[in-house]
């Protein structure tokens, strides 16, 4: 079956621009989440989605970061007034339900000039 | 706090030298511990998913074991397309939450 897809997969965009990024997860899975991998580094969660509901944005570095589900499925990734720090690769992941088993896009590569 | 710390950050072995990965964790309550594979440029790669102390499983050249306190990822005989970075992740009872370690970059040379 088809796994977690994301568009686009480069996006190159200069500072104090508008992005959106794109995760659909795999078909069924209710459990969403946006990862940051700056280069070189680690994991960085985001956001987390259950259904349609964010019970937890503790992860979004700033104001300029928001995030969006509908209809149990798409997610919507937007970074506001983009600053060369937001440089990185967005990763989205899903889960058939909360906690277990996440398993990954192939990641959005955002840079910031 | 729930902490996960990866060891060796990085590691070169011939083809078919033998050795293994380190992931030590502090948590709360185990729920699972996750390892992954990841390539350059892409999203990571599930792998295992362990849940007790003294469960291993094994995938082709790599087997994951866990204790109370590590889980070790040991790969035999590996081969260049072993080569990536392995990431190993943690989650408690209370959280759904993964936390990540740093990984291990593994090269293997032919």
């Known amino acids: 079956g088809a796994g977690v897809s994301q568009s686009p997969s480069n996006k190159v965009t200069e500072k104090g621009k508008d992005v959106e990024l794109r995760c659909d997860p795999i078909?069924?899975?209710?459990?969403l989440y946006w990862y940051r991998q700056r280069l070189g580094q680690g994991l960085e969660f985001l956001i987390y989605?259950?259904?349609?509901?964010?019970?937890?944005k503790s992860g979004l570095p700033s104001d300029r970061f928001s995030a969006e589900r509908t209809g149990e499925s798409v997610s919507t990734l937007t970074i506001q007034r983009t600053q060369q720090e937001d440089s990185a690769v967005y990763l989205c992941?899903?889960?058939?339900?909360?906690?277990?088993?996440?398993?990954f896009g192939p990641g959005t590569r955002l840079l910031v000039l | 706090e729930d902490q996960v710390t990866q060891s060796p950050e990085a590691l070169r072995l011939q083809e078919g030298e033998s050795s293994s990965l380190n992931c030590s964790y502090t948590?709360?309550?185990?729920?699972?511990l996750f390892w992954y594979r990841q390539d350059p440029g892409k999203g990571p790669e599930f792998l295992f998913t362990?849940?007790?102390?003294?469960e291993e499983k094994e995938k082709e050249r790599l087997k994951a074991t866990l204790t109370k306190k590590e889980s070790f990822l040991h790969i035999t005989a590996p081969k260049p397309e072993d080569s990536a970075t392995y990431l190993c992740?943690?989650?408690?009872?209370?959280?759904?939450?993964?936390?990540w370690g740093a990984g291990t970059k593994l090269i293997i040379k032919p």
């Open positions: 078909s069924g899975h209710t459990a």
């Open positions: 992740a943690v989650q408690d009872n209370s959280n759904y939450q993964l936390i």
């Open positions: 992941a899903s889960s058939p339900g909360q906690g277990g088993t996440q398993y």
């Open positions: 948590v709360s309550g185990l729920r699972g």
């Open positions: 362990l849940y007790s102390a003294g």
């Open positions: 989605f259950q259904g349609n509901s964010a019970p937890d």
